[in-house]
């Protein structure tokens, strides 16, 4: 199974998992990251993760057609907080757009 195949599936089931808690979260907020077209990772840090929970609600890569062209999004703990990002292992024209929301314990 491919990887873009896998985070497809992860994210249909986080998103209906998080509507299984709409009574027990709120809606707090939206994050995106990107990369086009240089090698590297991009940040964006979001909410805290003792009180919120955060998912990928979409993601994006094009041109990853070369050797090695290989786009990732993730959403990962750092510290105190949730941190998304978008992530090109090496590129010649490659671009990914990967987005987040985040909901709050309530």
Known sequence: MSTALKTAITIIALAISAS????????QESYSASRFNTAGTSYSVMRPHANHFCYLSSISFE???????EATCRIRRSGT???LEA???QSNDADAECNAVCYKHL
């Open 20 to 27: 299984t808690f709409s009574q027990t979260m709120s809606y």
């Open 63 to 69: 041109e990853t057609d070369g050797g090695g062209e």
């Open 81 to 83: 907080v949730w941190v």
């Open 87 to 89: 992530k090109l292992d």
